[in-house]
């Protein structure tokens, strides 16, 4: 059944009004609840404010490095230390090394741009930062709603953002009810902010129907591929930053790795590649796991126990990638616009500041009575802060480095180290991520080792450890618009890449009565977005899956 036969059927919705309604419980979508009620509070208002996120808990579906600056958490509650906020390991040392297949070779740290050195920040569990915010949000009487994905977005009659509606319960794979069938819900809200992270469903959406993207730089990704281990006391340095660059992605190849020294023997470490590359063979997942054997990283692991393993896109096109923020009824924050700054590999200080933006304009705006127009405030609050200096002082990173390592690093150290940021010309990214990809006849495959089950793992045993779950009897989340693009077009030209930068086993080409198909293995999708991305045509279309499916991150 389609939606208009199950509304005729089982309607009308039932519909819940918010001042406030909130798309994502990340770090933007909770500091935008948090400033909201804070500003309320300090003015006498009363604002309701709910969000909604559709993971199973708050923190299920967070996953990112992470070295966190805490600046602009700071400026959100000056005692977060006092309140218990989960930064517990400040960074203690830097390393930057290249390597090559068999050596590797430390940047002398006086060398190092600014963006590269992490003094004051803190090695942390973003996931646990995230629940942490989660209860702030909730003693200061935000409704949070886990397990309820926004599908749609609720339009008014002059055609601005009034809310949302969540996604349908109970429907079996053909989209028909079953017997615990539930309509979605109304959440109607004066403003609806939109923070579902990197290449967000809806976030996409706006982006084309308001046409926000039309003076941007096309968009750019990477896609994150993390390992949770806990190894040997003798390994473990709390405070230690490395982050590395060249071997075992080619020269031509945006990308690089990190390994986070945590405490209590734990070590975050992932390799993210730019989402931009050409080669149909590459596999982002076995480039990591080899990235692991070389002699100066797995050193760290031998002995030591994997015990959580996930994976997620990240915007990496900075500023002059930004789309306009604001449209009739909303706004995009964190990296639903595509605030992180790649060269620092941070984004959760831009996802809370613009979080906070966001909500300081929404909160001026129903103080005067106004709903369902456009947040002039926040764009401009944007321009005039301490992100917006920062993001410009980096906004040709991403465009250098498409250019090679060597032609990227040099031009990212003139301009970061000896000019500080402050240079006179701008590059421009010219081409999206999915129109990179080269066909298979221009390149040849790459032999990548076998796991070995210690340091080097495969793709269903990491997924296992990523507690990934959909309900059997739903609907696949991840549509075709043409079913019959992939092998006409993606097996024949590219030798079915999507088989490749997956990086959690979901695509995989079978034989039906000897003919070739694509077979999509929905159950083992950790939402990182990476198909709707790279997809050579944009034939595949990541949708929302029922409410708390997908992975349930630990301390990720």
């Not at 933007?28 to 309701?48: D, V």
């Not at 470490?269 to 050409?278: F, H, I, M, N, P």
């Not at 977005?529 to 929302?544: A, F, G």
Request: glycine residues 10%.
């Amino acid at each position: 059944m389609n939606p208009a036969q199950l509304l005729e059927q089982f309607g009308p919705r039932e519909s819940m009004d918010y001042d406030l309604v909130i798309v994502g419980g990340g770090p933007a979508g909770l500091s935008a609840a948090i400033r909201a009620k804070q500003l309320a509070s300090e003015s006498g208002q009363e604002i309701s404010v709910c969000v909604l996120e559709k993971g199973s808990e708050i923190g299920a579906h967070i996953l990112s490095g992470a070295v966190m600056d805490p600046k602009a958490l700071s400026e959100l509650f000056p005692n977060w230390k006092e309140l218990g906020a989960p930064l517990n390991t400040e960074v203690t040392q830097d390393q930057f090394l290249f390597l090559t297949k068999d050596n590797s070779y430390q940047v002398p740290n006086w060398m190092l741009p600014h963006c590269f050195q992490n003094e004051g920040n803190y090695i942390v569990s973003l996931a646990n930062v995230t629940r942490w915010l989660g209860e702030q949000a909730e003693a200061l009487g935000v409704e949070i709603f886990p397990g309820f994905p926004a599908a749609e977005v609720l339009y008014n009659e002059q055609g601005a953002v009034a809310g949302v509606i969540t996604g349908a319960m109970g429907l079996d794979k053909e989209g028909n009810p079953t017997d615990q069938f539930q309509l979605g819900m109304e959440l109607r809200g004066k403003y609806t902010l939109f923070a579902e992270g990197a290449r967000g469903h809806l976030g996409k959406q706006l982006i084309a129907k308001f046409a926000l993207d039309k003076d941007s730089d096309p968009q750019s990704y990477g896609i994150g591929i993390k390992e949770l281990w806990e190894v040997e006391p003798s390994q473990s340095k709390p405070g230690l930053v490395v982050h590395t660059a060249g071997w075992p992605l080619e020269s031509d190849t945006y990308g690089g790795s990190f390994l986070y020294h945590l405490g209590d023997n734990k070590v975050a470490v992932g390799l993210v590649v730019g989402l931009s590359y050409k080669n149909p063979y590459l596999s982002p997942f076995e480039e990591f796991q080899q990235y692991k054997l070389h002699p100066k990283i797995r050193e760290t692991f031998e002995g030591g126990k994997r015990i959580a393993y996930g994976a997620r896109a990240l915007t990496a096109g900075g500023l002059n990638s930004l789309p306009k923020t604001v449209f009739p009824g909303g706004a995009l924050i964190g990296c639903d616009a595509g605030f992180l700054n790649a060269s620092r590999i941070k984004g959760s200080h831009a996802a809370i500041k613009t979080g906070m933006l966001a909500a300081e304009a929404a909160v001026a705006a129903l103080a005067d009575n106004r709903s369902a127009d456009v947040l002039a405030g926040y764009p401009a609050a944007f321009q005039n802060s301490w992100l917006h200096t920062e993001l410009n002082q980096a906004r040709n990173f991403k465009a250098w480095m498409s250019k090679g390592l060597y032609l990227g690093t040099l031009m990212v150290g003139l301009e970061q180290k000896v000019l500080g940021g402050n240079m006179p010309w701008t590059v421009h990214l010219k081409h999206a991520d999915h129109e990179c990809l080269e066909p298979a006849a221009q390149h040849k495959p790459i032999d990548y080792p076998k796991p070995d089950g210690k340091i080097s793992f495969d793709r269903l045993s990491s997924v296992f450890i990523s507690n990934t779950n959909h309900a059997e009897n739903q609907p696949i989340h991840l549509t075709l618009k043409d079913t019959a693009i992939p092998v006409s077009l993606n097996l024949k030209t590219y030798d079915g890449p999507e088989q490749r930068y997956c990086p959690a086993g979901v695509y995989e080409y079978v034989e039906a009565d000897g003919q070739p198909k694509l077979q999509i293995n929905s159950q083992n999708c950790v939402h990182c977005k990476t198909c709707d991305i790279k997809d050579p045509s944009q034939n595949i279309v990541w949708v929302t899956p029922e409410g708390s499916g997908g992975p349930n991150y630990g301390a990720m």
